[in-house]
């Protein structure tokens, strides 16, 4: 057999193996990711109806005598989601390279993702934001009209509030995330395309962008926290503090501002937004 049929052979063999390899990681990790979501989903609304109807999660659990650890479950479930949908999606939307390292300023791994559609990443944060106003609006109206029949300072009363904060600043959080991100999708190529002429490879600014934005975006992390001080907002109408209401709302307004603002002028780092790096 000639030496180049051989090498042919041996290359399509890896690339038939590396096909099933990412195949595997998708559906397992897609579906590790969905599972625990939904696990998740289900355990915050029984903490939410049950503490509701006057339960203490003691009562269930009787090792949870505060409650914490069962309040606490969801979290982990969506923390385990997020690492199978992150391995599930790479695996079917990313092309892995290595890239410069350390020296160039660069990551050590970079990953070419093909980006999800406009709609679909708007549909995204419809379901973060819809998340957001089941776990924190409603029951701070519910409340506010008096139709929460739950004795106050009770343990049932506790822990259903800590509930209520917990997962309203989670999804206030990744509701911030995803606008932002949304927002760069719209933006970033074209801003990019606009003012290549302006960005000078391995110059300060460059490199600076490249490892605030490009590698650590950060500008993310700013919206997660403008998204969480919002989703922490209406708790002041239960609390019957104005000032707790309007202070989380300035300071989500003011995170916002500076994470859209760096967001508008992420195209400074010269790289396309839907490459990703990483130091890991």
């Known amino acids: 057999m000639p030496r180049t049929t051989h090498r042919k052979r041996s290359r399509a063999e890896r690339e038939a193996a590396t096909?099933?390899?990412r195949k595997a990681v998708a559906v397992a990790g897609n579906l590790v990711g969905a599972v625990a979501l939904l696990v998740a989903i289900g355990a915050v609304v029984w903490l939410l109806t049950y503490t509701a109807g006057g339960g203490r999660i003691s009562a269930v659990f009787p090792d949870d005598i505060g409650g914490t650890e069962t309040i606490a479950f969801p979290t982990l479930m969506v923390g385990l989601?997020?690492?199978g949908f992150f391995l599930g999606q790479y695996a079917v939307r990313g092309r892995w390279e290595v890239a410069g390292g350390k020296a160039s300023s660069g990551g050590?791994?970079?990953?070419?993702?093909?980006?999800?559609?406009?709609?679909?990443h708007a549909l995204f944060l419809a379901c973060a934001l819809t998340a957001w106003v089941l776990v924190m609006v409603v029951p701070v109206v519910l409340d506010a009209s008096g139709a929460l029949d739950i004795a106050g300072g009770s343990s049932a009363a506790i822990q259903f509030w800590f509930t209520v904060t917990v997962y309203g600043v989670i999804t206030g959080l990744l509701a911030g995330m995803i606008a932002l991100s949304l927002l760069k999708k719209r933006t970033y190529n074209d801003r990019l395309a606009r003012n290549k002429s302006q960005v000078t490879p391995g110059s300060h600014s460059q490199l600076w962008w490249r490892k605030f934005s490009h590698i650590w975006r950060a500008e993310l992390g700013i919206a997660g926290f403008a998204g969480a001080a919002f989703g922490?907002?209406?708790?002041?109408v239960h609390l019957q503090s104005p000032l707790y209401g309007f202070g989380a709302l300035a300071i989500g307004v003011v995170l916002m501002t500076i994470a859209v603002l760096l967001a508008l002028n992420a195209w400074r780092s010269g790289l396309p937004v839907e490459r990703v790096e990483s130091y890991t």
């Open 232 to 236: 922490l907002s209406p708790l002041g």
């Open 81 to 83: 989601s997020m690492i």
């Open 19 to 21: 096909a099933r390899i």
């Open 108 to 120: 050590s791994f970079a990953v070419l993702l093909r980006p999800i559609s406009v709609r679909l």
